[in-house]
């Protein structure tokens, strides 16, 4: 609760290396879609409309962790992107 009778505002976490993993079905409650060498596990099956921002850590990963999803935001980088081991919906 704030000091105003509303909400706390809820700090969303960047996609880092402070934790081993982040959660897709976090994005955008909790979860902040920026990505500065953290991994983010796909939990939920699903589309994310997220919009991207990406740093140029070799370490910022995907992991699908078993469950399907489609991207249809943006991914934003400052510098070149390599997309690897991806597979083309059916």
Known sequence: MSAF???AAVELTR???AQSFYLASNLATTVFPVFQGGMLRINVSGTYTNNFMLNNSATNTINAYGNIAKFSGVLLSAVSLM???LHPAP
Do not use: N, P, R, Y
Request: aromatic share 0%; net charge neutral; glycine share 22%.
């Open 83 to 85: 997309l690897s081991s």
């Open 15 to 17: 996609i880092d290396l």
């Open 5 to 7: 009778g509303g909400k």
